[in-house]
């Protein structure tokens, strides 16, 4: 998780479009993801899989509904790898050249030299990248720490004239709610390698829950004090480069120490998302969902190679069309809003994996009261914001959701015509 980085990307955009009441949307979204999170502590510990909430909706309801939930993965994982690479082209832009922020052609070319570098630190293994992305979110964690201090105790940014919330009372914090999803997003890739763990694998769900409360300790601290710093008006209008806006407030160093953070940052989130969705798209390989090539293991490393080098593949053409919209800020604010939307989506299909699971053990049938919670909360958060989205955001939900319907459907038109099975099974490390 690169809380920086969630910082950088999403903090403007949730106060332009809801204000003050983007701090309230952030604990509340908090609340939920913490549901969520034990949700999937319980099912990796019971069933350990790579293609997580894919492989949970296959067992639970069968290969049509596993396939849809494997569509519904990778739109948000596709989604979610474009939320990081814009950003990280805006950043390392202000950085060198601030006069190309905004520019959609240089932010899509950055962006995709950042995920190529990404992928090569996947390359190295797991443990690597595991490595390295616990000694950048040590560094980033006292950085943003030590700014949170230094915001609180500056003059408050004078919000008067400040621009209107883009939406007013229950809209504005339903929509902001959305956005948090994406803010606190990466505590479930640990469930993706539970296959992986020396010890039991409820250790991968445990690690989950730890860096979800660690995460939104200091993304509310860093939001409250960046608001103080910053306000409204001047985070509103400064939704890519927040945290540029915020070190030039603090004064100082300050401003090329947060951008270097998150840029810091935003390489083990990149990392992180490919190591999921990598791990999804082995996983789907595997079960012959996907070309079963992608289901093979290195002969020596025991890693899904040869599905690192398709996800990136696709990453990169994903990022050419970024290219040619309107400006960085505009894509932004598309994918952003995508992204998290489809992730709700694959939280929903998770929590009622974990209900029909549960049903279906011997033993006593205890309904887990948090998977339960978090999919009603669930329900309401994403019905409410698909019918209040902008017009783009709703014709690409819609569009996912649709396309998705005939890949469900392939599964039994394999079994009517015939259908080849996929390699065995191999587990990830050996």
């Known amino acids: ?17 809801s204000g003050s009441l983007a701090l309230p949307a952030l604990a509340a979204t908090t609340v939920v993801m913490v549901l969520l999170a034990l949700t999937f502590t319980q099912l990796a510990a019971r069933y350990p899989d790579a293609g997580s909430s894919y492989g949970w909706a296959r067992r639970a309801f069968g290969e049509s509904a596993g396939t849809y939930t494997a569509w519904i993965l990778l739109l948000a994982n596709f989604f979610a790898v474009l939320a990081t690479a814009i950003p990280a082209g805006s950043y390392t832009l202000a ?3 601030p006069k190309l922020v905004d520019n959609a052609a240089w932010d899509a070319g950055v962006g995709a030299a950042w995920t190529v570098a990404c992928a090569l630190i996947l390359h190295l293994g797991i443990r690597s990248s595991a490595r390295v992305a616990a000694a950048l979110l040590i560094a980033e964690l006292i950085v943003l720490g030590a700014s949170a201090v230094a915001g609180a105790m500056v003059a408050p940014h004078l919000s008067a004239g400040a621009p209107a919330p883009q939406m007013l009372g229950a809209s504005g914090f339903v929509a902001a709610m959305v956005l948090a999803i994406w803010m606190v997003d990466g505590w479930e890739v640990s469930a993706s390698a539970s296959e992986e763990t020396r010890r039991a694998p409820r250790t991968a769900g445990q690690g989950g829950v730890v860096g979800l ?3 939104a300790a200091f993304l509310f601290a860093c939001s409250a004090a960046y608001l103080h710093a910053g306000g409204i008006a001047g985070l509103s209008s400064h939704q890519l480069d927040a ?4 070190g030039a407030r603090l004064g ?6 947060l951008v270097i953070t998150v840029l810091v940052s935003l390489t083990a989130s990149l990392e992180t998302t490919l190591l999921y969705l990598v791990r999804s798209v082995y996983a789907m390989g595997r079960d012959g969902v996907l070309p079963t090539a992608l289901g093979r293991l290195g002969e020596s490393t025991h890693d899904p190679d040869v599905s690192l080098v398709a996800v990136t593949i696709a990453s990169l053409l994903a990022m050419l069309l970024v290219a040619f919209v309107p400006s960085a800020d505009a894509g932004l604010s598309l994918v952003l809003d995508g992204t998290a939307v489809f992730l709700g989506i694959l939280f929903l299909t998770s929590c009622a994996a974990a209900l029909r699971l549960r049903a279906q053990e011997d033993g006593p049938k205890d309904t ?3 998977a339960a919670t978090a999919g009603l909360a669930l329900i309401v958060i994403l019905f409410i914001a698909v019918a209040q989205a902008a017009p783009a955001t709703r014709a690409c939900v819609i569009a996912g959701i649709v396309l998705g319907i005939p890949l469900a459907l392939a599964p039994r038109m394999r079994r009517r015509f015939g259908k080849v099975e996929g390699p065995a099974a191999r587990n990830i490390g050996g």
């Not at 945290?243 to 915020?246: E, G």
Request: glycine share 8%; no cysteine; proline share 6%.
């Open 213 to 215: 409360l660690v995460t």
């Open 243 to 246: 945290l540029a806006f915020v």
């Open 252 to 257: 100082g160093v300050w401003r090329t120490l």
């Open 368 to 370: 887990p009261l948090y």
């Open 1 to 17: 998780m690169g809380p920086a980085f969630s910082l950088a990307s999403t903090l403007g955009v949730m106060v332009a479009v």
């Open 95 to 97: 950085l060198v050249a």
